[in-house]
């Protein structure tokens, strides 16, 4: 079992940044780790999804560019670092965490992974 927990959110302003950070536990080097935001009265988005080994990462075009996800084994965290923050960007955002390098990918098109951390928010205004 895997469980997440978020940190880092907050309220900025535009055009600041903010890192995030995902501590999991458990058994997770075979896994991918994956950044989702939902907005209110909005479908949740898939944000950026890094893989298990490496620094191979994926990003929503509307963050490509202003945020960069990587991980820490070692520490078992993940990072979302955002900046040039806009209006838009504001959202509950969650950690995610998918068992397997293959299915990744289409797993985060979909929002379909495994584990879910409980959110923090991030505001930008």
């Known amino acids: 079992h895997v469980q997440l927990v978020e940190s880092g959110g907050g309220s900025v302003q535009v055009g600041g940044s903010l890192r995030l950070s995902c501590t999991y536990s458990g058994k997770t080097y075979s896994y991918c780790m994956g950044w989702f935001r939902q907005a209110p009265g909005k479908e949740r988005e898939a944000v950026a999804v890094i893989y298990p080994v490496g620094d191979a990462a994926h990003y929503a075009d509307s963050v490509k560019g202003r945020f960069t996800v990587s991980r820490d084994n070692a520490k078992k965290t993940v990072y979302l670092q955002m900046t040039s923050l806009k209006p838009e960007d504001t959202a509950m955002y969650y950690c995610?965490?998918?068992?397997?390098?293959?299915?990744?990918?289409?797993?985060?098109?979909?929002?379909?992974?495994?584990?879910w951390g409980q959110g923090t928010q991030v505001t930008v205004s």
């Open positions: 995610a965490a998918h068992r397997g390098g293959g299915t990744c990918y289409s797993r985060f098109q979909r929002g379909q992974f495994d584990y």
